[in-house]
């Protein structure tokens, strides 16, 4: 059974500082793996998608990395912002199912 | 990506009454899925929805106490029955069928059962 951990769980920062956010996973037999951010009570905004067969992905201030043969991934947010604070979740896809992971609550002070 | 539309965003409901969830996609989708999120905890997959099929249920989840529809390609519902306090949640519809496309989301419904 797939099973996927986010450290730290959570995380605070000054506005500028450069973060790294943990994904470790059990089972590297994944399809792909997505970051997702989460604002408090709302829905999921996906950041970033990485194939099995890709190392990583960029968007803007965010660069994720994969390597699936020690099951893990990172998220990279560069010079980082108020408007960053959220809970930042990955997620695994098996055969049809996304297994998420615990979370990590982000909170970037001015 | 798809877009998607969740209603409603909150409610408050009666314990013992019902809910009922509604989630349209901009597009035509093979599968929706439904998650639940309880309070301080991550995703949790209650079913998958396949249009004209019965939904798949994860282990846990009955289809007694969380019926869903599909009658078409881009909407899908789903309903919380008999509702308890531990039923107080986020629930999320969700699409991205194929195993190397990404998942999108609507914007939850936030249940508080009282």
């Known amino acids: 059974k797939q099973e996927v951990t986010q450290i730290p769980a959570a995380l605070s920062v000054p506005e500028g500082e450069n973060l790294v956010l943990n994904c470790s996973f059990t089972?590297?037999?994944?399809?792909?793996l997505q970051w997702f951010r989460q604002d408090p009570g709302k829905g999921l905004t996906s950041l970033l998608l990485i194939q099995s067969s890709q190392r990583e992905q960029t968007s803007g201030r965010l660069n994720a990395s994969l390597d699936k043969s020690s099951g893990r991934s990172t998220l990279y947010i560069a010079a980082s912002q108020p408007g960053d604070s959220a809970t930042y979740l990955c997620?695994?896809?098996?055969?049809?199912?996304?297994?998420f992971g615990t979370g990590t609550r982000l909170l970037v002070s001015p | 990506s798809a877009v998607i539309s969740q209603k409603p965003s909150r409610d408050i409901c009666q314990r013992g009454t019902s809910l009922t969830i509604q989630c349209q996609v901009d597009?035509?989708?093979?599968?929706m899925f439904w998650y639940r999120q309880q309070p301080g905890q991550s995703l949790t997959l209650i079913a998958t929805?396949?249009?004209?099929?019965?939904?798949?249920?994860e282990s846990g989840f009955v289809i007694d106490k969380f019926p869903i529809s599909r009658p078409n390609l881009t909407f899908s519902t789903l309903t919380v029955s008999n509702l308890s306090p531990e039923d107080s949640s986020i629930y999320l519809c969700?699409?991205?069928?194929?195993?190397?496309?990404?998942?999108?989301f609507g914007q939850g419904t936030r249940l508080t059962v009282v």
């Open positions: 929805a396949n249009q004209g099929s019965e939904a798949t249920y």
């Open positions: 997620a695994v896809r098996g055969f049809q199912k996304l297994v």
């Open positions: 969700s699409v991205g069928g194929a195993v190397y496309t990404e998942a999108f």
């Open positions: 089972d590297s037999a994944i399809y792909n």
């Open positions: 597009s035509q989708v093979t599968m």
